[in-house]
């Protein structure tokens, strides 16, 4: 490729990422040096609509990509680039680790399960489900044995998840819980740790409900969902059908604090009906 079309080619792109504008004609709300991957440069419509106020209305109501536009038979440069920077955030989401300062601001001591490293959890979902011998062990002595409740935190699939909400929702969870007069066990983070693993975690603490909060795979709309996973009584090999979730934890979605409030109280139902998933009757 020669320097002539190379320079042509850069061209384009920077005109398309400075020249976007709305059908009104008003600037962008968006630069090219600004961050493309940010809610108002996504809200900036790309394409021209019969009513660019509908669209505009349209693209306030979800996160979906709409109204992007198409260079030809493809999509335009910024659509492409945006898109490749939420594919590069979801993979961050998977492959970092959660800062350790976040765990220890909110005092939690860290286990991990049978995965070694990464990789490991990423192919073997098996070993993401079991406890390590030496977790086991650090489980036993220092949590509260047999507690009502047994809350803990897992990186699952999204570290991004754990860092951005669990700051807000572990200590509002933790406190509706103890308003409740239930006995709740001693909180920690599970390192490398799938759903599965609170089945383990039930067994060796004896904890009545169990419930991990923990990182959901991350999409291209955000790599910060989190879900709870809570159980009744849960034994190693128990059907999923016995889980309840409390599912799409990010701004976006219910916010940390609320789901907080939330997830004590079904958790209170869950004690009350002894009984949790499918069993469990809202």
Same mark, same amino acid.
């Given at each position: 490729?020669d320097e002539k079309l190379i320079a042509q080619i850069v061209e384009e ?7 976007? $504008?709305?059908?009104?004609?008003? @600037?962008?709300? *968006? ?5 493309? #991957?940010?809610?108002? *440069? @996504? ?10 106020? =509908?669209?505009?209305?349209? @693209?306030?109501? #979800?996160? %979906?990509?709409i109204g992007v536009g198409k260079a030809g038979a493809r999509l335009n ?12 955030? %979801?993979?961050? =989401?998977? !492959? ?12 939690? !001591?860290?286990?991990?399960? *049978? *995965? +070694? ?20 062990? #650090? ?10 409740? $047994?809350?803990?935190? =897992? ?5 991004? /998840? ?23 066990? #001693? ?26 909060? &923990? ?18 009584? %849960? ?19 219910? /916010?940390?604090? +609320? ?7 079904? &958790? ?5 009906? @002894? ?8």
């Open positions: 490729m792109v920077i005109r398309q990422l400075q020249a976007v $504008q709305t059908q009104g004609g008003q @600037k962008p709300t *968006c630069s090219a040096c600004e961050d493309i #991957t940010s809610p108002a *440069c @996504k809200a900036v419509p790309m394409l021209k609509a019969q009513d660019p106020e =509908a669209l505009l209305r349209m @693209k306030r109501k #979800t996160n %979906a990509r440069t910024q659509t492409m680039l945006t898109l490749r920077a939420d594919h590069a955030q %979801a993979r961050d =989401a998977v !492959f970092v680790d959660v800062n350790p300062q976040v765990l220890e601001d909110l005092g939690l !001591f860290t286990v991990q399960t *049978c *995965c +070694e490293d990464k990789n490991t959890y990423v192919t073997r979902p098996d070993l993401g489900r079991t406890l390590s011998k030496e977790a086991v062990k #650090t489980l036993k002595e220092k949590c509260v044995m047999n507690p009502d409740v $047994q809350i803990y935190a =897992a990186d699952g699939l999204s570290s991004t /998840a754990i860092q951005v909400n669990l700051p807000k929702i572990l200590p509002v969870l933790m406190d509706s819980l103890k308003a409740k007069g239930l006995k709740v066990g #001693t909180p920690f983070f599970l390192r490398f740790g799938r759903v599965g693993s609170q089945e383990h975690v039930a067994e060796t603490l004896g904890a009545k409900v169990v419930c991990v909060l &923990i990182g959901e795979r991350p999409g291209l709309a955000t790599a910060e969902s989190m879900s709870a996973y809570i159980a009744y009584n %849960a034994y190693v090999g128990m059907p999923e059908s016995k889980r309840t979730v409390v599912s799409n934890i990010h701004k976006d979605g219910t /916010a940390a604090v +609320e789901a907080g409030a939330y997830v004590a109280d079904v &958790i209170e139902m869950i004690l009350d009906q @002894k009984a949790s998933g499918v069993e469990l009757v809202k």
